[in-house]
């Protein structure tokens, strides 16, 4: 596009959206200015207890790499194979997220992570971050982005054409148009929180095994566990917020919430020493989806990312989803070709109609993920199933693939279409599954039947890389 047509952009937001979204507009010659409410977190600590460790997925690394930022990255990613399942007995199973060897997903640190994507979009001429400045609303009808410098309380106005809000699932952006009438919000919480703890380091190295999400599935509620390059694992409670013992509202004390952590994790709390201390500290997190409409208003002003569509962490694809926007967004403005002028209004529409099916399904899945993460994977029936759709993947590798692997290995498959084919798949499982008595060896047959064969040539038509 013609470098002299391009209008200066200002992205609401320095997160790990928005420092992603500037340096890829930035290679495109856009002028980027990011305004942040947030101190510089190159110069400040960040927060703890409230960012739940964020699992970096093939949708991210290919966004990572279309900013040729992957490899500045990789020593900050710990890979993970599988869930590491803990039982209340004690007994602990490794089942593998995929059968191949980069079917895996990494770990990485928020802070780290944001910290560096700060540092390459400001390596960009073109890009300009500024810290505490708290966004005040956008004005549409007088074009202008209001904000206030936090140090000094001083409060001024830029032009608001055009704008991206990439400020979070509490997005004080859409919040403003909301309280205009310009944007609808429907926000879903769920009736359980989340509480964040340490497991440290042991003698310098990882206390449980480094390269798992460990996970300890109690039916209602569960622990999990993520690795951190220093060592430690960060732990994460997702709990009832009310009713009956197993609650927050039950855990009354520090006393209370270390009777329960000994009570359900035994093997991790003998791993927690500052436990107590993080309980009554730490604060307790709420979870939920955020549905918006519409996501553009004309081409002044685009949400995206968690501003647009925040949902809940248990598949591991906020961020990855978010990143995605900021690949489609690019995608978009390169669309038109090198010579064309850009029309933000019919990019942030294409933008809208491309991403917000997309946007629905994982918001869904992630959703149904919680019930299989804190009680499915125990289940005899499940680990069945998994088997014979791990068979049917080996045996038609290009009709079958596991949904969990379509949408945390497969970013050429729109997470819309990885829900309506996980819904077929499901019905075929359904037909193939070996019954209550069914083993190993049953399932291996399931899949290499003529059934199998039957089904998945009939009702699974092959994938193309097309999106």
Known sequence: MKTASHTPVNIVGAGLAGALLAQLLARRGYPVTLYERRPDPRQSSPERGRSINL???????????????????????????????????????????????????????????????????????????????????????RNVLRLRDQPTGSEREVALTPTIATDGAGSAVRSGLAARGLVTVREEWLDHDYK?????????????????????????????????TDGSFTATLFLAR???????????????????????????????????????????????????????????????????HAIVPFHGQGMNAAFEDCVQLDALLAAPGPDADVGWEAVFARFEELRRPNAAAIAQMAVENYTEMRDTVLDARYLRRKAVAMGLERRFPARFIPRYSMVMFHPEIPYAEAMRRGGVQAQILAQLDPGEDGDDAGSAAAADSALAEKLVGELLEPITSSR
């Open 242 to 308: 009310s009713g009956g013992t197993a609650s927050f509202a039950a855990l009354t004390s520090t006393e209370t919430a270390a009777q329960f952590f000994a009570r359900e994790f035994p093997d991790a709390v003998a791993l927690m020493p500052d436990l107590r201390a993080e309980f009554a500290n730490h604060p307790q997190g709420q979870l939920g989806s955020v549905h918006a409409a519409p996501w553009h208003l004309g081409g002044q002003l685009l949400l995206l990312g968690d501003a647009a």
């Open 55 to 141: 699992a970096l997925a093939a949708r991210g690394t290919r966004a990572l790499e279309r900013a040729g930022v992957l490899e500045r990255i990789r020593p900050l990613l710990i890979p993970m194979r599988g869930r590491m399942v803990h039982e209340l007995s004690g007994k602990v199973t490794l089942q593998a997220y995929g059968q191949r060897e980069h079917e895996v997903i990494y770990s990485v640190g928020r802070a780290d992570l944001n910290r560096v994507l700060i540092e390459e979009a400001v390596r960009h001429a073109g890009v300009t971050v500024e810290f505490n400045q708290q966004c005040l609303g956008a004005d549409p009808a």
């Open 196 to 228: 964040e703890f340490t497991i440290p380091a042991a003698g310098g190295s990882h206390a449980l095994q480094r390269e798992a999400l460990h996970i300890w599935p109690r039916g209602g509620f569960m622990l999990i566990a993520l690795p951190n």
